[in-house]
């Protein structure tokens, strides 16, 4: 039987270590997973998908996940191309214009009309999946099993488009993942800025709601306006960010 070495930092090792987890019989099935989840996302044809398709296919995906792999797949054919990529993702989602994932990026300073400028630049054909018909593309298939990965490592049972985001950013071959890196969405720092906004937004939601509860409460945005309710959420990241920044531009020995 092959095999294949899986590193893991030094911590993780220790604690697998400590506790006698059976590391092979893990992976293997863990690897079976992906195989399996990878290998539908690219023999899916795309070519005459409803809403409902979508639903089925893709069930962990939010609504606005949907939308946007929908708006994917226009794109795609909007230019006669037979695969649609990461770029269609991520143009996709600057298009649908509410999700998380834009808000993320604002928080890091990015802004999403600059990112659809670059993608235009892009060459916007990727190595296509097997079979006819218009299909993702290998680096936009990639993406959405690293965007599946992403949210059960974060202990989500669906699949936001912030997700997706971080997906786009992993992935080392397709054009979404060159624009957005080259703009500053390093991984580790998306990850931990989608991570940040996910825990600030809970947290304000149910500050907002006991503060409702309460005759008379005020100072708290209403808990009908998400937007609002992001923005209030991200600020302090957006405050952490900009004091590592200045840290960082000041002369050694200061």
Do not use: W
């Not at 795609?76 to 191309?81: F, K, Q, T, Y």
């Not at 997906?167 to 720092?189: H, K, M, Q, Y």
């Amino acid at each position: 039987m092959p095999k294949i070495n899986v590193y893991l930092p030094d911590e993780l090792a220790e604690a697998v270590r400590e506790t006698g987890l059976p590391v092979s019989a893990i992976c293997q099935r863990a690897l079976e997973q992906a195989v399996r989840r990878v290998t539908a996302i690219r023999e899916t044809s795309l070519s005459e998908l409803s809403g409902a398709d979508l639903e089925e296919r893709f069930p962990l995906m939010t609504g606005r996940g949907r939308t946007v792999l929908g708006l994917a797949v226009e794109r795609a054919r909007a230019v006669s191309l037979s695969c649609v990529g990461t770029g269609h993702l991520l143009g996709a989602m600057i298009e649908e214009g509410t999700n998380l994932a834009l808000h993320v990026l604002e928080a890091l300073d990015i802004e999403p009309a600059r990112l659809a400028r670059e993608l235009e630049r892009e060459p916007g054909d990727e190595p296509a999946g097997p079979g006819p018909g218009v299909r993702f593309s290998s680096p936009a298939a990639g993406a959405l099993e690293l965007a599946v990965g992403e949210a059960v490592g974060l202990g989500h049972n669906y699949v936001g488009c912030e997700h997706l985001l971080l997906g786009l950013v992993t992935e080392p071959d397709g054009a979404a993942g060159r624009v957005l890196r080259a703009a500053g969405a390093e991984p580790r720092l998306t990850r931990r800025a989608v991570a940040s906004a996910l825990a600030g937004y809970r947290h304000l939601r149910a500050n907002t709601a006991a503060g409702a509860a309460q005759p008379g409460a005020a100072g708290a945005p209403p808990s009908g306006d998400p937007a609002a309710l992001l923005a209030t959420a991200l600020q302090p990241l957006i405050e952490r960010i900009e004091r590592l920044e200045q840290r960082l531009d000041r002369p050694a020995g200061q």
